[in-house]
């Protein structure tokens, strides 16, 4: 498997010179996410099915079968997407809640091993949240250090884009969201 700054250099190039949607995609994901957080039903009717429309979109950008576009992130909401993304941010946050009671560490484990499970469920909308969640398990076996250190990189941009008021998250959203697609398909490929 490829090292993390392979990957990242690897979405930079995808990216260079084609900065203008994936910004405004990242833009009104972001202002959407800000005001669907401050409640639990917004959450979970809104947030959950845009995320995972917006993975949806990343995938698709990222193998060439899809433009990025606004309207991707809204692909989950007249689909059967809609029902299981709900169904499956709500079994994530509740495993990976259950598991932060034993202690901060297997919580962060878990959540690592969780993570690519909305990204199987983009991809096999025939599975259930449970099946996706089992098969994100299985792929991350042996990766979750690797994902742990990418995602950590990705929290450090985001607290120093905070010095400037946050402006430059909506780069670093889609070069992440990139990076984060090429990693699941790196991983993904992995697992027989």
């Avoid at 250099?9 to 959407?32: D, H, R, T």
């Avoid at 690592?112 to 909308?125: E, G, M, Q």
Wanted: glycine share 6%; net charge positive; charged share 10%.
């Amino acid at each position: 498997m490829r090292t993390n700054q392979e990957i990242r250099q690897e979405a930079s190039v995808m990216l260079k010179g084609n900065w203008n949607v994936p910004v405004l995609v990242a833009l009104v994901f972001g202002v959407i996410a800000s005001f669907t957080s401050c409640s639990f039903p917004l959450v979970l009717f809104v947030y959950a099915p845009m995320s995972l429309g917006f993975v949806k979109m990343m995938i698709g950008y990222v193998r060439g079968t899809q433009r990025m576009e606004v309207e991707g992130i809204f692909s989950a909401f007249n689909s059967t997407y809609y029902w299981k993304s709900m169904g499956l941010y709500l079994l994530q946050g509740i495993y990976t809640a259950l598991w932060t009671l034993l202690f901060i560490i297997p919580g962060i484990v878990k959540y690592c091993s969780y993570f690519f499970a909305p990204y199987i469920l983009a991809d096999n909308p025939t599975m259930t949240a449970e099946e996706s969640i089992c098969r994100s398990m299985q792929i991350m076996e042996g990766h979750k250090m690797q994902l742990f250190l990418m995602l950590l990189g990705y929290t450090a941009l985001a607290m120093l884009s905070s010095i400037l008021l946050f402006i430059p998250m909506l780069w670093i959203i889609p070069y992440y969201q990139v990076a984060l697609v090429k990693f699941y398909e790196e991983v993904k490929h992995s697992v027989a």
